[in-house]
């Protein structure tokens, strides 16, 4: 060295830029790990959760209503009529032919004749033959229903009568025929207190037929 050079010359200057230099990056060193450390100081907040979406179930459809099966009417069985009442057909003794009692004669009251013909059984008690027949055939011309001709041979009637079931609408019946043959009405005996419903007239010697204009 020579004598009277100063000390600080060029190699203490770059001595002092080093230190400079190293006094800086020393800085920056620090200044960085302070930096890091002040982030990492921070408590850490937890995002806020957005709210669960709950997943509703879609609503039960409502029950359909129950409608009672509707029931076919009743099929009404039709309305039959009755056939209307014939007379009976009685054959006439002897003719062999069928004729309907009362057909195209004059009906006269009380014989029934339009709603319910009178049955009349005629029985002879009478000497004459035939006598029955020839009464029934005129009752029959009356209008009056006789289905049965015959004898009647257990007594001996006095005269011709017409009997009847006591307490029965025969008795009016009774009185109305015995009026237009001129006979006697009266209610049934024990021998025929049994017999079939309706009038029982027994003729005798003194029948005459119906009176005229009754």
């Known amino acids: 060295m020579s004598v009277g050079e100063p000390s600080g010359g060029p190699g203490g200057a770059k001595l002092i830029g080093l230190g400079l230099i190293g006094v800086g990056v020393l800085a920056a060193v620090f200044g960085t790990v302070t930096l890091m450390s002040g982030e ?38 039709p309305v039959v009529q009755p056939p209307t009442a014939q007379p009976p057909v009685t054959e006439q003794p002897g003719s062999g032919n069928a004729q309907t009692p009362g057909s195209g004669q ?12 009178i049955i009349v059984r005629v029985y ?8 029955a027949h020839r009464a029934a055939e005129d009752l029959r ?11 009647y041979a257990k007594g001996k009637i006095p005269t011709t009568t017409v009997f009847f079931r ?8 009774a009185e109305e025929l015995a009026a237009r043959i001129g ?3 009266e209610a049934r005996f ?3 207190q049994d017999a079939t419903p309706g009038l029982i007239a027994i003729i005798t010697n003194d029948y005459k037929g119906p009176s005229v204009g009754k």
Do not use: H, M, W
């Open 141 to 151: 011309k009356a209008g009056y229903d006789v289905p049965e001709v015959g004898n």
């Open 183 to 185: 006979a006697r009405a």
């Open 106 to 117: 004059d009906v006269p009251a009380g014989s029934g004749k339009g709603s319910e013909q």
């Open 40 to 77: 990492s100081s921070d408590t850490a907040q937890p995002l806020p959760q957005e709210p669960t979406s709950q997943v509703q179930p879609p609503p039960e459809p409502a029950p359909a209503p129950v409608v009672p099966p509707v029931q076919p009417p009743s099929a009404q069985p």
């Open 190 to 192: 024990d021998g025929i």
């Open 124 to 131: 002879n008690n009478s000497t004459i033959s035939g006598l």
């Open 166 to 173: 006591p307490g029965t609408g025969e008795e009016r019946q």
